[in-house]
């Protein structure tokens, strides 16, 4: 294996250029542990800690960005495998097909992540492309054989300090329960998403509804019962080391109802027989519901507002999720967060965590709702916001209505595992950027600037989430 990724500076990867007062700052911040609050690494490789199967299950599936990338440029997805099973897939075909295409991701951050993550971790500069796509994949396959780059040996070397899953609240944990078991470097945590038991306009509502019964022992033909299943689920996860939970919704929309109301849509919803926008409303109520349990058992709630999943149907029908074809939409944050904010939005003692790929209702609504609501924090800049450009106008253009102490640090909301150092490595040099202009500008003088950057790329994160009983 490479060298320690930190140690790997200028190797003539394409990143991000500093002028000589922002290095200073990153240099400052380069070597911070990894703080992973939010993502979709698989749980499974802690708990068994076995070798990556090939490059493409390291470096192309995992990564929606190459999919899609790929796929607008007329590659089929069986040509890079997905469908195929795992003994079928010829991963060296596939390989080289990402190698003859790999000039096509300039601009984008796939392009600085992927050349990064090559260069850092497998030591490999030169430019990838057809030509060297065996000698490249051959480097790559040999590296990962080794007990240097299985999964615990990795989460070391990256030096992550946390990193948090993405788990259904009807998960048993098991693989959690095993990675416990063994001495790692960083924290494995898992995350609560019960959106699954939550929104009755999913066609497994029902199904999921009882089984979590089955696993709670509680009679969620109930609204009562149902509501403390949730609770016992949730209490569940935190004896694991869970920390937040997370929903994932296009649009936005909370309300408040009377308990009466609620179990009236509840029991019609178990029956089939609910409306659509009473499935709307009973899920907008259920979100609140889940703002008002985290104000009691303290877990982090964070909302993912503004992504259409699968709207590409065939694919979808194909493939399944995960395949590239989410795309931003526009999102009322005023009015879809009105009711569970002057439910809860009063108190400090909860954080809750929100994030839009809608750059605009960021700016506009987002960041002086964070700027205002004690329990609002304002997430990182998220899918399709999240390049060099996102980056930068992320911070130039939140912070004046937010503030620094009411961002939630970084988040990289991957399953790509060996992308996550480049990902954070390139938002410590936005930070950089930033903060080196606006000591420049005379906004903040060097004091200022060296804890702002420690809180953007470790310590708000920690806060946020709610970290510090365990790092």
Same mark, same amino acid.
């Given at each position: 294996m490479?060298p320690a ?5 200028g190797?003539g990867?394409?990143?991000?250029t ?19 609050p ?6 499974r490789w802690f708990a068994e800690?076995?070798p990556f199967a090939?490059p493409?299950?390291v470096l192309?599936h995992?990564d929606?960005?190459?999919l ?7 590659v089929s997805l ?10 079928q897939?010829?991963?060296r075909?596939?390989?080289r097909?990402f190698a003859r295409h790999f000039?096509?991701?300039?601009g984008?951050?796939?392009?600085l992540?992927?050349?990064t993550?090559?260069?850092r971790?497998f030591?490999i ?5 057809a ?5 490249v994949?051959?480097?790559i ?5 080794s007990t240097?780059?299985?999964p ?5 070397s990256?030096n992550?300090?946390?990193?948090a ?6 998960d048993d ?7 416990r ?12 998403c019960p959106?699954?038991v939550?929104d009755p306009?999913?066609?497994?509502f029902k199904?999921?509804v009882?089984k979590l019964?089955?696993?709670?022992d509680?009679d ?5 019962g149902?509501?403390e299943a949730?609770?016992?689920r949730r209490?569940?996860f ?5 920390t937040?939970?997370?929903h994932?919704l ?9 308990e009466?109301?609620?179990?009236t849509?509840?029991?019609?919803a ?7 926008k009473?499935?709307?409303s ?5 979100l ?13 709630m ?5 992504t ?8 979808f029908? %194909?493939? $399944?999720? *995960?395949?590239g !074809?989410?795309?931003?939409?526009? &999102?009322n944050?005023?009015? @879809? ?6 439910r809860?939005g ?7 965590v ?13 960041a002086?709702?964070a700027g205002h609501?004690?329990a ?8 399709? %916001?999240? $390049?060099? *450009?996102g980056? !930068?106008?992320?911070?130039d253009? &939140?912070?004046?209505?937010? @503030?620094?102490w009411n961002l939630a640090g970084?988040?990289?909301?991957t399953r ?10 390139l938002?410590r ?10 000591r420049?500008?005379g906004?903040?003088?060097?004091g200022?600037?060296?804890?702002i ?9 920690i806060?946020?989430y709610?970290?510090s009983?365990?790092?």
């Open positions: 490479t990724f930190s140690n790997l500076i190797t990867t394409p990143i991000l500093l002028s000589d007062a922002a290095q200073d700052i990153y240099d400052s911040v380069r070597d911070l542990p990894i703080v992973s939010h993502g979709h690494c698989d749980p800690n076995t090939d493409v299950e192309i995992p929606q960005g190459v899609r990338m790929l796929y607008s440029q007329g069986e040509d890079l495998g997905v469908g195929v099973a795992a003994h897939r010829e991963g075909a596939i390989f097909t000039h096509k991701f300039r984008t951050p796939t392009d992540w992927m050349a993550t090559l260069a971790i030591g500069t030169a430019p990838l492309n030509d060297n796509a065996d000698a994949y051959d480097k396959d040999a590296e990962i054989k240097q780059m299985y615990h040996a990795l989460l070391a990256f992550i300090e946390v990193l899953t993405t788990d259904s609240a009807l944990l098991a693989h959690h329960k095993a990675a078991k063994h001495k790692l470097r960083g924290k494995v945590v898992p995350t609560f959106d699954a939550l306009r999913r066609g497994d199904a999921n009882v019964a089955e696993i709670t509680q969620t033909s109930s609204f009562e149902y509501l949730l609770r016992d209490a569940y935190m004896a694991y080391g869970a937040a939970t997370v994932s296009p649009e936005l929309g909370t309300c408040y109802m009377t009466r109301r609620a179990a849509l509840f029991a019609k178990m029956g089939g027989k609910i409306a659509p009473e499935a709307q009973l899920y907008g109520h259920m609140t519901e889940m703002a008002q349990m985290s104000a009691e058992d303290g877990l982090v964070q909302i993912h507002a503004g259409r999943v699968n709207t590409n149907k065939e694919m029908e %194909r493939f $399944g999720p *995960n395949t !074809a989410d795309v931003p939409q526009s &999102v944050f005023i009015d @879809g967060l009105d009711a569970l904010l002057n809860v009063h108190s400090r003692d909860i954080n809750i929100v994030f839009t790929p809608d750059a605009s209702a960021c700016e506009r609504e987002l002086p709702m609501w004690p609002l924090r304002l997430g990182s800049p998220w899918r399709f %916001r999240h $390049g060099v *450009n980056i !930068a106008r992320y911070l253009h &939140v912070v004046e209505s937010t @503030g620094y970084f988040n990289d909301d790509a595992f060996m992308s996550i150092p480049a990902r954070h490595d938002w040099r936005g930070v950089s950027l930033h903060l080196a202009q606006q420049q500008r906004v903040l003088g060097r200022d600037v060296d804890e950057a420690q809180m953007l790329c470790r310590d708000l994160a806060d946020a709610k970290f009983s365990f790092v």
